[in-house]
């Protein structure tokens, strides 16, 4: 009989007697990033800290029905960051409302936000001008591919 135990990005396995264990940790990893488990854990979790709803496991399951309907249709993940923080983000980087953020600002302000897949190079980074435009759609995209936990 074996004990699993899930930390947020490792998971250990104990078992007692039980020649393999390395090949079994191996597959319980692979099953879990296959399925993005780690990933929405952390996003449910990050979403419970955020709300702090009065009725947790309804929250849950409701934050679940969205992430459903959302694999089906394509329209919404549960996610922190919503259109309107978005534009908050930017205009802190755009204090004096140019118009436009640098490339590294807008690499450093994507990573922030946990977007780790995102066009290095978007229109505008040739005379390093990102505008917001550019900004949104990046952003978008890349948290739609981290909130949604499964491949999209």
């Given at each position: 009989?074996?004990?699993?135990?899930?930390?947020?990005?490792?998971?250990?396995?104990?078992?007692?007697?039980?020649p393999?264990?390395?090949q079994?940790?191996?597959?319980?990893?692979?099953?879990?990033?296959?399925?993005?488990?780690?990933?929405?854990?952390?996003?449910?979790?990050?979403?419970?800290?955020?709300?702090?709803?009065?009725?947790?496991?309804?929250?849950?399951?409701?934050?679940?029905?969205?992430?459903?309907?959302?694999?089906?249709?394509?329209?919404?993940?549960?996610?922190?960051?919503d259109?309107?923080?978005l534009?908050?983000?930017?205009?802190?980087?755009?204090?004096?409302?140019?118009?436009?953020?640098?490339?590294?600002?807008?690499?450093?302000?994507?990573?922030?936000?946990?977007?780790?897949?995102?066009?290095?190079?978007?229109?505008?980074?040739?005379?390093?001008?990102?505008?917001?435009?550019?900004?949104?759609?990046?952003?978008?995209?890349?948290?739609?591919?981290?909130?949604?936990?499964?491949?999209?």
């Open positions: 009989m074996g004990l699993y135990c899930i930390h947020y990005h490792k998971i250990c396995i104990k078992m007692s007697g039980e393999n264990i390395n079994r940790e191996v597959d319980t990893n692979t099953y879990l990033q296959r399925h993005r488990i780690l990933d929405l854990f952390n996003n449910m979790t990050s979403l419970l800290i955020y709300n702090k709803p009065e009725e947790p496991r309804e929250f849950l399951i409701e934050q679940l029905e969205k992430l459903k309907v959302a694999q089906q249709s394509g329209m919404y993940y549960p996610c922190l960051f259109e309107s923080n534009h908050a983000i930017f205009g802190m980087l755009d204090p004096t409302k140019r118009g436009f953020i640098s490339k590294d600002q807008y690499c450093e302000a994507l990573k922030t936000i946990g977007v780790k897949d995102f066009e290095l190079l978007p229109t505008g980074a040739e005379i390093d001008k990102i505008t917001i435009d550019t900004f949104l759609r990046e952003a978008k995209k890349g948290l739609a591919k981290y909130s949604a936990t499964f491949k999209v």
